[in-house]
């Protein structure tokens, strides 16, 4: 389970692969035995409670806790928690390493042994990680779209709730489509401005991974060679878990 601010990204492993995923809103409310159920819908949970686990990436705290005590209650596991101070295949680099969310250590880890990735986590909050060689050297972190959205419906009083979706026209011709254009040509132009400036600073070529919630709708209209992995932190999740038990 990959527990993010939006939404909870519940990936099924078997013999090391993921053969299911799917995503529910992060929302604490919902976190009793009712998600047990929704999740045996999608696949065999005696399978995680007789011989699995539940393996956790969490940036909310509450959901955490209450994941814990579920998994404890309901499938008679402990579950892996990933947290800063466990064995990782790639070193933190920054001021503070404790700070770092589990989210961006399991992406981090997928770039292993590679020349300067820079990973674009397109949730809740955009962030931007860039690594070399099994570090960490550094992050920028962004509002996502959905809290731009927000914003805007929070602070202004005629601005309507919209659907994100890509417009016709940069230029929108009524408000729905202004809106539309600044929550995605913008949060494109955003990543390519910020792209151009690493590398700039970097003086070089940067491989670019993209990923999370909205990475499949700003993939479409980002003119940057990129890849697109919507599993990424997931598998680092999966890979982080091996590591620790030994699977």
Known sequence: MDVGNTSIHIGHVINNKII???????????????LLVMINEKFNLNLIKNKGNLVISSVVPTITDSLINLSIKYLNKNPFVVNPTIKKSIEIKTDNPDEVGSDIICASVMSKNTDDVLIIDLGTAIKYIYTKHNILYGVIIAPGIK????SLNNNTALLPKIEISIPSNVLGKNTI?????????????QLEGLISRIENQLNKRLKVI????????????????HILDQELVLKGLLEIYNMNEGK
């Open 210 to 225: 993209l990923t999370g919630g909205d990475s499949k709708l700003i993939s479409k209209i980002l003119n940057h060679e």
């Open 20 to 34: 299911n995923n799917f995503k529910i809103k992060s929302e604490e409310k919902i976190i009793d035995k009712n």
């Open 147 to 150: 809290m731009s959205m927000k």
């Open 177 to 189: 489509e202004c809106i539309q254009s600044g929550l995605t040509y913008g949060i494109a132009s």
